[in-house]
């Protein structure tokens, strides 16, 4: 071999020798990595980062076997988001992120080596991080800072906003409009609101309790907040009279709120001395547990009335069809479609859905909320229209073609979303 | 300021509560799962008040000799004992406490609930009795409507008939219109309805109009 020959063959053997050695010490790290905001992400918390394989292969005695996802607030130093099997594909999303206000996250990934039949999971501990000494892991250019956008509005409920701004402003402007002379606002009669004095002198009369039920649901029921407000107006009531009300829960934060509204009514009514706390308790969040402690009750105190205000499910006949044969004046409020008719059937008067809203409002008749319901009213009537110029337009839709369906069905279509 | 802090704070939360309904955004988010994260922790103590009111109660009735005194006893005693159980020996399923729950809760619980049957058949002897115009529509329908649910009746009523296979073959689908379309109408206005009153509630409730829940007369401010 010739000099020159030799020293070129010398220098590509170094070079070979020192690209195998730098292999050895350092494979190759993921490369363009890209973040990106998840478009299915209204809340802002995900973020998908892809990035391409390592271009050169491994050296022999060691294989990829995965990658690892890793981010932290700017400033901060990078951890573990999630690990990526190799099958996994060169991309990866994470719900870790946090959109504006909070800082961006620089982003980086890892690829995971190991000596060949080594699995990726063999190598992490239970938190996901590398804790075998044979992994090699060598970590991307680092990006960012970069962080998903969080929606600020969810524009697939502007028909729903759009609603109740409409409904709201109705309400507050119909107050206005009648604050004055809201004492000539008629309102009509609900015959089970007007029993409610009869069921109160008819208890004091007979000198037996009365039973309130609040329903099952818990506090966060607007039901229940409607059947606590009934029951501030009957406690009231009851302490003039220095009648008996037993109110059995079945929701401890309800009997909490409830204890606290009756003595608050009989200190009102200047009676706190009659109040009975023990009165109002809490039985059991068992369905039929509370079914049968209040038939119970019932059977053996023999109530001059029940009342059932909320909301209610399986109970509401068991209890109502007891308190009939026990002979009690029952009157029951309800937005439980399934369960009206059975309180219609067994007790002497029923509020149907809205009424028991009403209620409270009926009973204080307080110019405010009678101007309110006057507002409530008037929404209704608002609705009716809307009902019946989209049942046109729903029928205009189907039968007609062009420019007229499509905006027939833009209108149908965009309450129905 | 015992009055508008409570206010302050119901409007405040609640205002919170319509906002984040429509802003998907982390901030709003986060947020709504911590105040949910708070309500159970709230919750966890008032069950604690809850047990309390209910011993306390029972109690009371035992030392005072109320009427049906010894109930209040087995109410006491099971309460403790589930306690015991549950707490010493763990509530899994092969545990004590899961074969009491199974064996004597859940059957007890289903004797309740069947009892349903029997006020479902007295409810309706009371209600479908033809008295008006009214009952009488009802009482049509539903007979109508149960006659659907099972046409094999008809067959029975009239035989094999060319007027039992007629009605057979057609009640079924009566029936569904009967279900269908005056029910889900009617139902659909009281949602309206209750809808409504929902958002009005809402409304009076956080503006401070309804108060008789914080007390103040029945609320309405003038």
Not at chain 1, 376 to 398: E, F, H, P
Not at chain 2, 83 to 95: A, D, K, L, N, S
Request: hydrophobic share 50%; proline share 5%.
């Amino acid at each position: 071999m010739k000099a020159p020959e030799a020293r070129t063959t010398g220098l590509v053997m170094a070079l070979l020798l020192a690209s195998a050695c730098a292999w050895a010490a350092d494979p190759g790290a993921p490369l363009n990595l890209r973040a990106a905001d998840d478009p299915e992400d209204d809340r802002g918390i995900v973020m998908l980062v892809s990035w391409d394989e390592p271009e050169a292969p491994p050296p022999d005695d060691v294989q990829l076997v995965g990658y690892q996802l890793m981010a932290a607030p700017a400033g901060e130093s990078l951890r573990l988001l999630t690990n990526v099997q190799l099958d996994e594909g060169t991309q990866s999303g994470s719900n870790e992120f946090r959109p504006w206000p909070w800082p961006g996250y620089n982003v980086a990934v890892a690829a995971v080596y190991a000596p060949e039949g080594i699995s990726f999971d063999y190598l992490v501990d239970e938190d996901g991080n590398v804790k075998d000494s044979r992994a090699t892991v060598v970590m991307s250019d680092t990006i960012g800072p970069v962080q998903p956008v969080g929606l600020w509005f969810d524009r697939d409920r502007t028909n729903i906003l759009v609603l109740v701004v409409a409904i709201c402003a109705i309400v507050l402007l119909t107050i206005a409009a009648v604050r004055g002379h809201a004492e000539d606002v008629y309102i009509r009669p609900i015959a089970g609101l007007e029993a409610v004095n009869d069921a109160v002198g008819r208890a004091t009369e007979m000198g037996k309790p009365m039973v309130y039920v609040s329903g099952l649901s818990g506090i966060g029921d607007i039901a229940t907040i409607a059947s606590m407000l009934i029951l501030g107006h009957l406690s009231r009531r009851a302490a003039a009279y220095e009648t008996d009300i037993i109110v059995p829960c079945n929701d401890p934060m309800v009997m909490v709120a409830e204890r606290e509204i009756v003595r608050q009514a009989y200190s009102e009514a200047g009676k706190p001395d009659v109040y009975r706390p023990e009165n109002i308790w809490f039985v059991t969040d068992s369905q039929f547990g509370y079914v049968a402690a209040v038939d119970g009750i019932m059977v053996r105190e023999q109530p001059a009335a029940c009342f059932y205000m909320g909301y209610f499910y399986a109970e509401a006949l068991i209890l109502a069809e007891t308190g009939n044969q026990t002979g009690a004046i029952q009157i029951a409020g309800t937005d439980a479609d399934t369960q009206l008719p059975f309180f219609i059937t067994a007790c002497d008067y029923t509020l149907m859905g809205e009424e028991l809203y009403a209620a409270s409002a009926y009973l204080a008749r307080q110019p405010l909320l009678v101007a309110q319901l006057r507002g409530q009213d008037i929404a209704k009537v608002i609705i009716a229209a809307i009902l019946i110029v989209g049942v046109a337009a729903a029928t205009v839709a189907a039968l007609a073609s062009g420019v007229v369906a499509d905006l027939a069905m833009r209108f149908v279509e965009w309450f129905a979303s | 300021m015992r009055l508008q802090i409570p206010l302050a704070i119901t409007f405040l939360v609640g205002l919170f509560m319509a906002v984040q309904f429509f802003v998907p955004h982390e901030m709003f988010h986060g947020s709504l799962e911590n105040v949910l994260a708070w309500v159970r922790i709230v919750g966890a103590f008032a069950l604690v008040l809850g047990i309390g009111s209910l011993l306390r109660t029972h109690w009371d009735k035992i030392r005072r000799r109320r009427r049906d005194w010894p109930y209040s006893i087995v109410t006491i005693l099971s309460f403790l004992a589930m306690c015991v159980i549950g707490i010493g020996f763990g509530h899994e399923p092969g545990t004590v406490f899961y074969w009491v729950f199974e064996n004597i809760q859940v059957p007890l619980d289903a004797t309740m609930f069947s009892l349903l049957a029997f006020f479902i058949a007295s409810a309706a002897f009371r209600t479908f009795r033809a008295r008006s115009t009214e009952a009488t529509l009802l009482l049509v329908a539903a007979v109508v409507v149960m006659l659907g649910r099972v046409p094999s009746a008809l067959i029975v009523m009239f035989g094999d008939t060319s007027v039992g296979q007629y009605l057979h073959a057609n009640m079924p689908d009566v029936s569904e219109w009967i279900m269908n379309v005056p029910t889900v109408a009617g139902k659909r206005g009281i949602i309206f309805g209750v809808a409504l009153g929902a958002i009005a509630t809402a409304l009076r409730v956080l503006l401070g109009i309804e108060r008789s829940h914080l007390g103040g007369g029945g609320g309405g401010g003038r």
